[in-house]
Structures are given as structure tokens and as C-alpha cells.
């Protein structure tokens, strides 16, 4: 179900907290980190991802010109598919490379929220 900004009731997304979590799984590294943190990060980018998809962008449908977005958004949940999400059985070098593209896609959303739905600040 998409939300519109301007809803009653939607929480907007504590953007501090998703910046220290992809900032966590883009970090440079000498050697993979323990399996546990990196399943523990894919938990915590796929919850930040999702709640950015939920927005409604206002530009998702390739009619209204939107075409990148809405190429953005099936990106996001080609890599959300169950079949492609790390297992216990997946190669931890792997299961490392997906939690790196949560990140990635996580970001993408994240200035997409706030160039187009992040509410004004009454400050500036």
C-alpha cells in the first residue's frame, strides 16, 4: 500500500538512523565482517527500503515520466524476492554483496524521499 507524505498518520523515516546503517554496510573493510552483522544489516536496510517504497513519488507510473523511478522501484523488488535474499546456505561473500546493494538501493530511495516527499522544514 503507498502512503502520501501529507497522510495522517505516516511516521517519516529517521533519516539519521538509515544514513548510520548504510553507512555500516558501505564501510571499507580488510575482510568480510562476522555473518551475523551482515544479516543483521540486510534486516535493518531491507525495513528502511521498504518503508521508502511505500511512499507514493508522485512520477512512479512510466506514463507521468516517471520511468526512472518506476525502474527504481522494480529494482528494489526484483532484490527484495524472496529467491534472491541470502540464506543461511548462501556463500557469506554473497550474502556480503546483497546486504552492499540494499545500501545502495536504500540511498537512491533516501534522496528520493527527500527531494520529493520529505515535508518542508518551517525553519528555512
Known amino acids: 500500500m503507498k502512503q502520501h507524505a501529507k497522510q495522517a498518520g505516516v511516521r517519516p523515516p529517521d533519516l539519521a538512523a ?3 546503517d548504510v553507512d555500516h554496510a558501505l564501510s ?11 544479516n543483521a544489516g540486510t ?8 518503508g521508502f ?3 507514493e ?3 512512479d507510473r512510466p506514463e507521468s515520466g516517471g520511468i526512472a523511478v518506476a525502474t527504481l522501484r522494480q529494482v528494489a523488488e526484483r532484490n527484495l524476492d524472496v529467491p534472491v535474499r541470502p540464506t543461511d ?8 554483496t546483497y546486504w ?3 545500501a ?3 540511498l537512491a530511495f533516501r534522496d528520493l524521499y527527500v527531494a520529493h516527499v520529505r515535508p518542508a522544514d518551517p525553519k528555512t
Open 89 to 96: 546456505q548462501t556463500d557469506h561473500r554473497a550474502a556480503y
Open 104 to 106: 545502495t538501493l536504500t
Open 57 to 59: 513519488y508522485g512520477m
Open 18 to 20: 538509515v544514513q548510520s
Open 43 to 50: 534486516d535493518a536496510l531491507v525495513q528502511h527500503l521498504r
Open 100 to 102: 552492499n546493494t540494499l
Open 53 to 55: 517504497m511505500a511512499y
Open 28 to 38: 571499507r573493510r580488510t575482510g568480510l565482517p562476522p555473518r551475523s552483522v551482515i
